[in-house]
C-alpha cells in the first residue's frame, strides 16, 4: 500500500524565514493534497496537485509535484505566526476515489 | 466559509451509550464521504467510506458493527459509535469531495468532532 513520509516532523522558524516541508511518497502520486490543521481542529484545504512539474501558490505558500510524481514540497516564504500548525499532505490512494491517506504531518512553530 | 460541517463539536458520552455524529455538505451534493480518526499528535486514519444510497466500506481492522455509517440523503452521513468505550474516545473527522472542482475534485474535511467517553 503507499505510504507517505513527511520531512521534517516538526520545525521552529524566526518569524520572517521560509521553509520547506517535504513529502515523499512510495508510488506515484495521481492527487497530492496539502492542509493545514490546528491541533485539535479540521483541515484547512491549501492546494491540490495533480501534474508531473505542476507549481501553486496561495499568498505565501508555494506547493510543487516533482515530474516523477512520487515528491512534493510545501514552501513558505516570510513566515509569520498565522502559519503555525500542523502540515500535513494526503494522497488519493487509487486514484481519484477521494479516499486520502497521510503523512505523519509537520508541526511548524513560528517565533515571533 | 465551512463548506462541510460537522456537529457536535465535542461530545461527552456514558460508557455503553451510543453517540451519532452528523457530517453535512453545506453547498454541494456528495454521494461519497469519508470518515476518519484521529488520535492525539497522531495523523488521520480512515475509517470508512460513505455511500450514498449503499452500504459503507470499511477499511481494515475497523468493526462495522462498533462504527454505524448512514447516508441518508446526499448531504448528510452520521457515525454513531455504538456501545463506547473509553478507548472509543477520539478526534472524529468527515470529508467529501466538491464535485463542482472539475476533474481535480477538491477534499474539504469538516471541523471535526471530539469524543470524550467516560
Known amino acids: 500500500s503507499q505510504e507517505l513520509e513527511q520531512s521534517p516532523q516538526s520545525l521552529i522558524v524566526q518569524e520572517g524565514k521560509n521553509l520547506t516541508i517535504n513529502c515523499t511518497s512510495s508510488?506515484?502520486?495521481?492527487?497530492l493534497y496539502w492542509y493545514k490543521q490546528k491541533y485539535g481542529e479540521g483541515l484547512i484545504f491549501l492546494m491540490m496537485?495533480?501534474?508531473?512539474?505542476e507549481e501553486k501558490s496561495h499568498e505565501k505558500i508555494t506547493a510543487k509535484l516533482d515530474e516523477k510524481k512520487q515528491q512534493s514540497s510545501l514552501h513558505i516564504t516570510a513566515s509569520q505566526p498565522s502559519h503555525a500548525g500542523i502540515y500535513l499532505c494526503?494522497?488519493?490512494?487509487?486514484?481519484?476515489?477521494?479516499?486520502?491517506?497521510f503523512g505523519q504531518g509537520t508541526t511548524l512553530q513560528v517565533k515571533p | 466559509g465551512a463548506v462541510v460541517s460537522q456537529h457536535p463539536s465535542r461530545v461527552i458520552c456514558k460508557s455503553g451509550t451510543s453517540v451519532k455524529i452528523e457530517c453535512r455538505s453545506l453547498?454541494?451534493?456528495?454521494?461519497?464521504m469519508f470518515w476518519y480518526r484521529q488520535f492525539p499528535k497522531q495523523s488521520l486514519m480512515l475509517m470508512a467510506t460513505?455511500?450514498?444510497?449503499?452500504?459503507?466500506?470499511?477499511e481494515q481492522g475497523v468493526e462495522k458493527d462498533k462504527f454505524l455509517i448512514n447516508h441518508a440523503s446526499l448531504t448528510l452521513s452520521t457515525l454513531t459509535v455504538t456501545s463506547a468505550h473509553p478507548e472509543d474516545s477520539s478526534f472524529y473527522i468527515c470529508?467529501?469531495?466538491?464535485?463542482?472542482?472539475?476533474?481535480?475534485?477538491?477534499?474539504?474535511f469538516g471541523e471535526g468532532s471530539w469524543l470524550t467517553v467516560v
Open positions: 470529508s467529501a469531495r466538491d464535485p463542482r472542482t472539475g476533474s481535480g475534485n477538491t477534499i474539504y
Open positions: 508510488k506515484t502520486l495521481y492527487g
Open positions: 496537485l495533480q501534474k508531473g512539474g
Open positions: 494526503g494522497a488519493d490512494n487509487a486514484g481519484n476515489t477521494g479516499k486520502l491517506i
Open positions: 453547498d454541494f451534493q456528495a454521494t461519497t
Open positions: 460513505s455511500n450514498e444510497g449503499s452500504k459503507a466500506t470499511y
